[in-house]
C-alpha cells in the first residue's frame, strides 16, 4: 500500500526536474560561463587548437630550417596541442643525413643539448611531399578522398590556428624546396577562402624567412594575426652553428621566439604583445614585423596559449537549446548550417560574432550556436549547478525525498520480516 | 608623336628627298669612311689590345674571391686531427724513408701502400702500367684504396691523392714521401668518421703525372693507344672532386694551390676559394698561389720578381711590387694553360669533369707539418662532402692573381679579342684594297683632254681577284704543318741534337717557300696581286683562330695575339730580292724557331701530346707554324 505514495513522490520530483530545466536565467549562465572562462583566463571562443608547420626547405645546408620547424613543433606538442592537430610539413633529410655526424638527431643549439627529433615525432608531408599544392589543399580543406584525417586541417569555425613557415624566401614569395614558389597573394587567398569556408576562428600567422614581412602584406580576411622574421629587403640570419655538425642549426627568429615560448606552460597568462615587446634588432638581428589590423582582439589580452596551447574551451549552452524541439541531435555542425532550416537563427548568430563582434564578448545569442548530443550534458550540468530555486519546489523535493527514502525503510523492513 | 628632336635626328638620318637615293649615299658614305678609316681603326684596336694585355696584372682589375655554392660551408667544422696521427704519419714516413734508401722498386713500393691501406681494414690494390712514347717506355705501378661511404649509396666519390715525384720542378725527380706518408695516415684517420657522403678514394700513383694518368684513365674506362694498364679491381662512384697533396720537403710555411688542367681546363673557382678559407681559418696556414710569396707578407724586403733594372724608388714602390706580383702569377699561369700542360697531378683529372687542385705544401724550416695539413685536408673533405650537386656556383674561366684576388673573364678576355678584331679589319682592307688599283695620271690627263671636262686626277680600276692561288698556298702549308708534326712523332727526331732540328727547320722552310710558286701570277696580268689575296685570307683565318680560342683557352689566345697579331699585319713583298728573302727567313724562324731554340720544350709538348693527349703540340704544328708561314709566303710573292 505504500506503492501509491511512493509513486507520487517520484511524480512530484520529476515534474520539479524539468521545471529546472526549462527555467532561463542568463544571470546564471553568465556567472557559469565566467566560471569556465576563469580556468584558462582567456577571453577567446575557440574551442580547439590547430597548427600548420612548414619548412620548405631541403638539403643538408638547410638544417637550421628543419630545426625551426621542428622547434615549433616541440613547443606546440608540449603546450598540448595532440599530433592529431598538428600538420607537419618537413623535407626531413637532415636527420638520417649521411653528413650527419649525430645520427637519428636534430639539435638546435651549439651545444646539443636538446634533441628535437628524440621523441615521438610525426611528420605528415615529408620530402617531395611539401609542395605549395599540398600545403594550400591542407589550408583550404579540398582533399581527395582518399587523403586519411591525419594529413588534413579538420578545423571549424572555432579552430584557432597557428601557421608557421620557414625557408628561403623573397619579396612577397617563400621557395618551397628549391622547385617552385609560393607567393604572399597565394596564402592571402587561401585563408580568404578557409574564411568563407569556416575553416577558422582566428590564425596566427608567422613566418621566419628574408624579406618575411612581406609575405603577410597581402593578407585580407579578417581575424588574422601575422608575425614575420625581416623585413623588406632585409635578410633574416641563422643564429649559431655548431662545429661539429658543421652547420648552422638554427634561425635567430625562431631562436628567440622559441627562447620566449620556454617560459611559456600550459597555463600561462602571457599574451601575444609580450611576445612581440620582446623583439629588438640586437637579439634578432633584422626587424621583425607585426600586423594586427585584421586582427580583432587587443593583443595584450590575446593569450600565447590560445595559439600555442591546446586549451579546450568548453562550450555553455541553453537549457532551451538542450530540452530538444525536434533537432537531431547527431548532426554535425556544418551539415546543419547548410540543411535545418531552424538553425538560420545560429547561422546569424554566427555571422553576428564573425563580422563585428570582437571575439571576447559572451553574447546570449552564442549560447544558441551549438546543439550536439555532446553538449546536451553540458547544458544539464549547467542547470544544475542554478542555486536559485523557488522554495516552494525546494520544499516539495524534500518532502518528496522524505517519502522516497520511507517507502524504501518500510519496504524492505516487510521484506526481512518475512 | 615622339619629341622635336628626336624627329630631327631621324630626319637627318633618313634624309630628305628619295628613299632609296638617300639609302645608296648613306651606303657609299659609310664604306668610304671604313676605306678611308681602316688603317687607323686598325691601329687603335692593336693599341688597346696589347694596352690591355699589359694592364691585366694591374689593380684595374681584379676583385676578392668568395664562396658561391651553398652548401659548401667551408671551415665551419672542428677538426679532430691529432698528435697521434701525425706520430702515425712520421711511422709511415720512415718506413717509405728506408724503402727510398735501399732503392726499393716502384712495383714493391706500391705493394707497401696497398698492404698497409689493407692493414688499416680498407680494401686496396695496385695497378701497373707502360706507356711507350717516342722517347721510350714509361711504366710503373699504383696503390690504390677505396673507402666507401658507411651511409650512402656509393654513387659519388672524392680522391685524396699523392703522386710519389713532386711537382716541384715538373716532377724532376724530388720524391713526395710526405704526401704519401699524409694519405696513409689519413685514410686511417678519416675511416673512423661514419659521416661520409661519398666513397672516399685514396690514390698513390707513380711517377708524377704518367701514374695517375693512367689510374684516372683506367677507372673511366678509357683507351689510350700506346697505355697498357691493369684493370682497376675496385671501383667506386663518379668522382666530383679531388684533393692531390704534394708534401716535398720537411716543413712548410704555406700551402700553395696548384689549379691548371690539361688543354687549359680549370677546377671551379669554389673549390680553390674553399681550401683558401679553410686553410687561413681552420688550418692557420696562409695560402699561395703556386709558390709565389705575396710581397704584403715582407713589406721590408723587395721581392725577387721585381725587375732589378728599375730605379730603387720604383722597386721600392708599393703599386710596382703589387703589378709584379701580380705579373708573376699571370705569367706562370699563362704558361701553363698556353701550352695546355697541367700544373700538378690534380690537373689529370679535369678531362673527366672532375674539380681538382694541388695542395702544395711549400718547402721551409717550419712553422707548419703533418698537423696543419691534415687538419686542412680533413675540413675540406668535409666540405667537399657537403656536396649536393658538382661544383657549378662559381666561375670557370678566370685569372687568379692572388690567393684571395681574381679577375672574371670579362675583364680579360677583351685583350685576345680586340687584337683579333684588328686583324680582321686588316684582312679586310686587304680584300679591298686587292679588288681596287689607281690608274695612272698621264692616262687621266689624256681622258681629260678628250672629254674636255674636270675629272680626278687619277682614277680607280677594278681587278678580278682570284682566290685559287692563295686557297692554294693556304691548303698547302697546313698539310705542311701536318707533314712536320708526323715528323716529329718519329722517334729521334726531337732528340737528335742540333744537326737534325736545323735540318728539318731548313727542310720545311724550304718547301714552305716552295709554296710561293702555287700563287705566282703570270707576268702582265691585270688580275689583283696574289699577295694581296693571301695576305687577306691569312689575316682573317688568324683573327678567327684567336677569338675562337680566346673562349676555349684565354692564355693560348693571348700568346697567339702577341705572336701572330702585329708581325702577321706586317707582312708584305718588297722589290728586292735580298729583302724578300730576309723578311722570309724571319717569319719561318717565328713559325719554326722553337725546333731550334726551344728543344727541350718541343720534346715535353710531344710527350704531353703521347701520353696526357694536350692539344699544344699538333695545334702548334698544324695552326700556329703555317699561318705564319702563310705571311712568310706573302713576302716572297712579286708585288
Known amino acids: ?219 585580407y580576411s579578417p581575424n588574422i594575426l601575422a608575425t614575420g622574421s625581416s623585413e623588406i629587403h632585409e635578410n633574416s640570419y641563422s643564429y649559431e652553428n655548431d662545429n661539429d655538425i658543421g652547420v648552422a642549426v638554427i634561425d635567430s627568429y625562431t631562436h628567440h621566439v622559441l627562447e620566449f615560448m620556454e617560459g611559456i606552460g600550459k597555463t600561462s597568462h602571457k599574451s601575444v604583445q609580450d611576445l612581440f615587446d620582446t623583439y629588438s634588432f640586437e637579439k634578432i638581428h633584422s626587424h621583425p614585423g607585426v600586423r594586427a589590423d585584421l586582427f580583432r582582439r587587443p593583443l595584450r589580452q590575446t593569450l600565447v596559449t590560445d595559439f600555442f596551447g591546446g586549451v579546450a574551451q568548453a562550450e555553455v549552452l541553453s537549457s532551451a537549446l538542450v530540452s530538444g524541439q525536434g533537432i537531431p541531435n547527431t548532426t554535425e555542425r556544418s551539415h546543419a548550417q547548410e540543411a535545418v532550416p531552424e538553425k538560420l537563427a545560429m547561422v546569424n548568430a554566427v555571422e553576428a560574432y564573425r563580422t563585428n563582434a570582437t571575439s571576447g564578448q559572451t553574447s546570449t545569442q552564442q549560447i544558441e550556436i551549438v546543439r550536439t548530443r555532446a553538449l546536451d550534458t553540458a547544458a544539464m550540468f549547467e542547470s544544475y549547478a542554478r542555486g536559485e530555486q523557488g522554495s516552494f519546489s525546494i520544499t516539495a523535493r524534500a518532502w518528496a525525498s522524505v517519502a522516497v527514502a520511507g517507502s524504501l525503510i518500510a519496504w524492505v523492513s516487510r521484506i526481512s520480516k518475512h | 608623336m615622339p619629341p622635336r628632336i628626336l624627329r630631327n635626328i631621324l630626319a637627318k638620318l633618313k634624309g630628305r628627298g628619295d628613299k632609296n637615293l638617300t639609302r645608296i649615299q648613306r651606303r657609299r658614305a659609310l664604306a668610304d669612311l671604313a676605306w678611308r678609316t681602316y688603317p687607323r681603326l686598325q691601329l687603335l684596336l692593336f693599341a688597346i689590345g696589347y694596352a690591355w694585355l699589359l694592364t691585366i696584372p694591374s689593380t684595374l682589375h681584379g676583385q676578392r674571391t668568395y664562396i658561391d655554392e651553398n652548401a659548401l660551408q667551408p671551415g665551419q667544422v672542428n677538426t679532430y686531427w691529432n698528435w697521434a696521427d701525425v706520430h702515425r704519419a712520421d711511422r709511415y714516413l720512415e718506413q717509405l724513408e728506408s724503402m727510398r734508401d735501399r732503392n726499393a722498386s716502384s712495383h714493391e713500393t706500391a705493394t707497401f701502400i696497398s698492404n698497409e691501406f689493407r692493414k688499416l681494414g680498407i680494401p686496396a690494390s695496385t695497378q701497373d702500367y ?159 698561389v703556386y709558390d709565389h710569396f705575396d710581397q704584403s707578407e715582407f713589406p721590408d724586403r723587395v721581392p725577387d720578381f721585381v725587375p732589378k733594372w728599375l730605379p730603387q724608388g720604383m722597386r721600392r714602390n708599393e703599386a710596382t711590387q703589387e703589378y709584379a706580383y701580380r705579373a708573376q702569377n699571370v705569367m706562370r699561369h699563362i704558361g701553363y694553360q698556353a701550352r695546355g700542360r697541367a700544373s700538378g697531378v690534380h690537373g689529370l683529372l679535369h678531362q673527366f669533369r672532375i674539380d681538382a687542385i694541388t695542395l702544395f705544401a711549400v718547402p721551409a724550416q717550419g712553422p707548419h707539418g703533418f698537423h696543419a695539413i691534415g687538419r686542412v685536408v680533413e675540413s675540406t673533405l668535409r666540405t667537399l662532402n657537403n656536396l649536393l650537386e658538382r661544383l657549378h656556383a662559381s666561375f670557370f674561366f678566370y685569372l687568379l692573381v692572388g690567393p684571395a684576388t681574381f679577375m672574371k673573364i670579362g675583364a680579360f678576355l677583351p685583350a685576345p679579342v680586340l687584337v683579333g678584331t684588328a686583324m680582321l679589319v686588316g684582312g679586310m682592307g686587304a680584300w679591298a684594297a686587292a679588288r681596287w688599283a689607281r690608274q695612272g695620271r698621264a692616262q687621266g690627263q689624256a681622258e681629260k683632254r678628250e672629254e674636255g671636262r674636270d675629272v680626278p686626277a687619277a682614277r680607280w680600276i677594278e681587278r678580278p681577284r682570284p682566290v685559287a692561288p692563295a686557297l692554294s698556298v693556304i691548303v698547302y702549308t697546313h698539310a705542311l704543318g701536318i707533314a712536320l708534326f708526323c715528323l716529329c712523332t718519329w722517334p729521334g727526331i726531337l732528340a737528335g741534337g742540333n744537326i737534325v732540328a736545323t735540318l728539318l727547320f731548313a727542310s720545311v722552310a724550304l718547301a714552305a717557300g716552295g709554296g710561293s710558286l702555287l700563287a705566282r701570277a703570270p707576268a702582265g696580268s691585270t688580275q689583283a696581286p696574289s699577295w694581296m689575296i693571301l695576305k687577306s685570307f691569312n689575316l682573317c683565318l688568324a683573327s678567327t683562330v684567336i677569338s675562337v680560342t680566346s673562349v ?50 718541343a720534346a715535353q709538348a710531344l710527350r704531353n701530346w703521347e701520353v696526357l693527349r694536350v692539344w699544344f703540340a699538333p695545334f702548334v704544328c698544324i695552326v700556329y707554324t703555317p699561318l705564319v708561314l702563310q705571311a712568310g709566303v706573302v713576302c716572297l710573292l712579286s708585288p
Open chain 2, 130 to 288: 707502360a706507356f711507350s712514347t717516342t722517347s721510350g717506355t714509361v711504366s710503373g705501378t699504383n696503390a690504390y684504396a677505396v673507402l666507401s661511404s658507411p651511409r650512402a649509396s656509393g654513387t659519388e666519390a672524392m680522391v685524396i691523392s699523392a703522386s710519389r715525384l713532386s711537382l716541384t720542378g715538373e716532377g724532376d725527380g724530388t720524391l713526395n714521401l710526405r704526401g704519401i706518408a699524409t694519405v696513409l695516415s689519413l685514410a686511417a684517420y678519416l675511416k673512423g668518421y661514419s659521416l661520409w657522403a661519398k666513397d672516399l678514394v685514396f690514390v698513390v700513383s707513380d711517377g708524377y703525372l704518367d701514374g695517375m694518368q693512367a689510374w684516372i684513365s683506367s677507372y673511366h674506362g678509357v683507351t689510350q693507344g700506346n697505355l697498357v694498364a691493369e684493370p682497376l679491381q675496385l671501383s667506386s662512384g663518379v668522382i666530383w672532386t679531388a684533393l692531390n697533396i704534394d708534401y716535398p720537403g720537411h716543413s712548410f710555411s704555406h700551402l700553395g694551390v696548384f689549379f691548371e688542367g690539361l688543354n687549359g681546363r680549370l677546377p671551379n673557382q669554389d673549390l680553390i676559394n674553399s681550401f683558401q678559407v679553410i686553410s687561413r681559418f681552420t688550418g692557420g696556414v696562409p695560402v699561395l
Open chain 2, 552 to 601: 676555349l683557352n684565354f692564355s693560348l689566345a693571348a700568346t697567339l695575339a702577341v705572336f701572330m697579331g702585329l708581325p702577321l699585319s706586317l707582312s708584305a713583298p718588297s722589290r728586292s730580292a735580298a729583302a724578300r728573302l730576309t723578311k722570309f727567313t724571319l717569319y719561318a724562324l717565328l713559325a719554326l724557331g722553337w725546333l731550334l731554340f726551344v728543344p727541350g720544350e
Open chain 1, 1 to 219: 500500500m505504500l506503492i501509491l505514495p511512493w509513486l507520487s513522490a517520484a511524480v512530484v520530483a520529476a515534474a520539479s526536474w524539468s521545471q529546472r530545466v526549462h527555467a532561463q536565467n542568463a544571470d546564471q549562465e553568465h556567472a557559469v560561463r565566467g566560471f569556465f572562462n576563469a580556468q584558462s583566463g582567456s577571453v577567446s571562443s575557440h574551442t580547439n587548437n590547430w597548427a600548420v608547420l612548414v619548412c620548405a626547405s631541403r638539403y643538408w645546408f638547410n638544417y637550421r630550417h628543419m630545426s625551426n620547424a621542428l622547434g615549433m613543433y616541440r613547443t606546440v606538442k608540449r603546450l598540448g596541442i595532440p599530433d592529431s592537430n598538428i600538420i607537419l610539413m618537413l623535407a626531413d633529410d637532415v636527420a638520417c643525413n649521411p653528413r650527419n655526424k649525430f645520427p637519428g638527431c636534430v639539435y638546435s643549439n651549439a651545444g646539443r643539448s636538446l634533441d628535437l627529433y628524440g621523441d615521438n615525432i610525426e611528420v605528415d608531408y615529408r620530402g617531395y611531399e611539401v609542395t605549395v599544392e599540398n600545403f594550400l589543399r591542407v589550408l583550404t580543406g579540398r582533399m581527395d578522398p582518399s587523403v586519411p584525417r591525419s594529413k588534413r586541417l579538420l578545423t571549424d569555425d572555432r579552430s584557432n590556428i597557428f601557421v608557421y613557415m620557414t625557408g628561403h624566401g623573397g619579396n612577397e614569395f617563400l621557395k618551397f624546396q628549391d622547385n617552385e614558389e609560393i607567393s604572399a597573394y597565394d596564402i592571402a587567398d587561401a585563408f580568404e577562402q578557409m574564411w568563407q569556408k569556416k575553416r577558422y576562428n582566428e590564425i596566427f600567422f608567422m613566418i621566419d624567412t628574408c624579406q618575411a614581412n612581406t609575405m603577410y602584406s597581402k593578407f
